[in-house]
């Protein structure tokens, strides 16, 4: 999507379709103004609460050939999460009209996080999974060009429409690659997409195979994949910042699990289908990477991929494996369903001890963290108060919801095992804050945060702004992460 920044006045704005945002708390507006049009507001045809449009032909006194009211709701409760929802909502409503050129006039008022919400929320409405669909939704037209008109334009205005659409557009990339099925995204499959991605953006790109990691000693990853024909990876995506701003080294962790099928411990068939996006946590971070590479924050960022396949096959580990991890610990596999944690084991250690100074992981660990928070929050947990403080600032400034979760010491009771150091599942109760503390054991004591993405990086029904399936979360809060990332921290 294309985005232009022009002052023109709202009755010379000559687009196919003008977009303007309307409040239900202002006095009706001949003008569109903002407030909704006597004569619609009398009809109750239109009341301007959020996510609800109107469209008016030929609209007298203006230019363009269309006007799309854009319900905001209060005026006063106006955020930029109900901005990024609204160019969600314009977005949809657009491409359901096969408009694929725009304009949408801002009042006074808008600041840069204003615009930023709403150019990313443009991207995110327009996207559409249906790579696989021969007939496309609205004959495959999607809005390409997008004026964004403001009363002046400052360098802050333009800066926040290059972020938001280098921002927007990676989320998308993760979505498009989360949505891939597990017979054409396989380990190495996603290996190739990080490599041809590095390369697009000037990225270094490593992938260390089965024989590296065997020789490395990732057992506890090697023995998830083991179940599987298709050879695990770990892929390793480097970020070099020509100017760094102190030593501070920043590793993001992804769970890459291509499908989930529980392995032994198979899954129900119901819903199984959905286990394809159990590499979200990595696509995610693959599209951070995919976005720091154009904006180019100040310090050096590692993505780490951890890649397998938990499937049931001849080989596959057995329920009471006991397995050695890369850090050193045993762990007893009592299920092999909670493999995201035994990769992700190997993985963290390894980015440890590559010299990252700062984790944050993002798995979709546990089916517990959404009967926890429902599926509007992430979980976080963390074993640095203040580094879990700086996380969670970026995701509310970045518009995504994540939501701390406790994690004391007597927790880590649920995870003894008889037989070995660990067990890899804690029972019943508080499973996001056992698979939490799991992980806890193996990042060798360095500032870490654990974003559990199970309970919002799928959307089970079209929204409004947004078309079911895969959200991209939480790429907008790690890219917001590490590009503000000014000073060395102490
Ligand atoms: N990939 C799943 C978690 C998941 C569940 C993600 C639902 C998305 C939606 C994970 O590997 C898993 O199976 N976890 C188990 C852990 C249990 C065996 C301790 C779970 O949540 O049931
Ligand atoms: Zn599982
Ligand atoms: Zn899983």
Not at 18 to 35: E, Q, R, V
Not at 44 to 50: C, D, I, L
Not at 156 to 171: D, N
Not at 211 to 224: D, E, H, K, S
């Amino acid at each position: 999507m294309e985005f232009t920044l022009t002052t023109r006045p709202l009755p010379e704005i000559d687009a196919p379709a003008l977009a303007i945002l309307a409040f239900s708390s202002l006095p009706p507006s001949p003008d569109f103004a903002g407030g909704v049009p006597k004569e619609m507001s009398d009809s109750g045809e239109f009341t301007a609460k959020p996510n609800e449009t109107a469209l008016i032909h030929l609209p007298q006194g203006l230019k363009a050939r269309r006007l799309l009211l854009a319900g905001c709701g209060e005026q006063e409760k106006f955020t930029p999460a109900v901005m990024r929802q609204t160019g969600g909502v314009i977005a949809r409503a657009l491409q359901a009209r096969s408009i694929q050129q725009a304009a949408v006039r801002l009042e006074d008022g808008v600041d840069a996080a204003m615009l930023r919400a709403l150019v990313e929320g443009l991207i995110t409405g327009g996207f559409e999974p249906d790579l696989y669909k021969t007939e496309k939704k609205n004959g495959g037209k999607l809005l390409e060009r997008v004026e964004l008109s403001v009363p002046a334009i400052t360098p802050e205005l333009e800066a926040a429409v290059e972020t938001a659409r280098i921002t927007g557009e990676a989320q998308n990339w993760t979505r498009a690659l989360v949505n891939e099925p597990g017979n054409v995204l396989t380990p190495r499959a996603l290996a190739e997409r990080a490599r041809s991605m590095a390369e697009e953006c000037g990225l270094a790109c490593e992938i260390l195979d089965e024989p590296r990691m065997r020789q490395l000693g990732f057992n506890t990853l090697l023995g998830v994949a083991q179940g599987s024909a298709e050879p695990p990876v770990l892929i390793v995506v480097r970020y070099t910042p020509a100017q760094p701003a102190s030593q501070d080294h920043l590793a993001l962790v992804g769970k890459g699990v291509t499908f989930d099928t529980g392995g032994i411990s198979i899954k129900p068939s119901d819903g199984m289908e959905k286990m394809k996006y159990d590499m979200a946590g990595a696509a995610a971070v693959l599209g951070a990477m995919r976005a720091l590479a154009r904006l180019r924050p100040p310090v050096a960022v590692t993505a780490f991929a951890p890649c397998v396949e938990n499937m049931p096959g001849p080989k596959a580990q057995r329920p009471g494996d006991i397995v050695k991890t890369f850090q050193g610990k045993t762990v007893e596999v009592l299920n092999t369903d909670a493999e995201g944690r035994l990769i992700l084991a190997d993985a963290l250690t390894w980015a440890a001890r590559e010299g990252c100074t700062h984790l944050v992981d993002a798995a979709t660990l546990t089916g517990a963290i959404a009967v926890a928070l429902g599926n509007l929050y992430a979980g976080a947990f963390s074993n640095d108060a203040a580094w879990q403080q700086r996380l969670l600032g970026a995701a509310a400034r970045a518009g995504e919801r994540i939501w701390p979760l406790p994690m004391d010491a007597e927790y880590r009771e649920l995870l003894k095992s008889p037989f070995a150091d660990l067990a890899n599942i804690g029972g019943r109760w508080g499973g996001s804050i056992s698979a939490a503390k799991f992980l806890e054991e193996f990042v060798e004591g360095k500032p870490w945060v654990h974003l559990d993405i199970a309970s919002v990086a799928w959307l089970e029904e079209n929204k409004p702004w947004m078309a079911k399936g895969p959200t991209g979360f939480p790429v907008r809060a790690l890219v917001e992460l590490a590009l503000d990332w000014q000073q060395p921290s102490a």
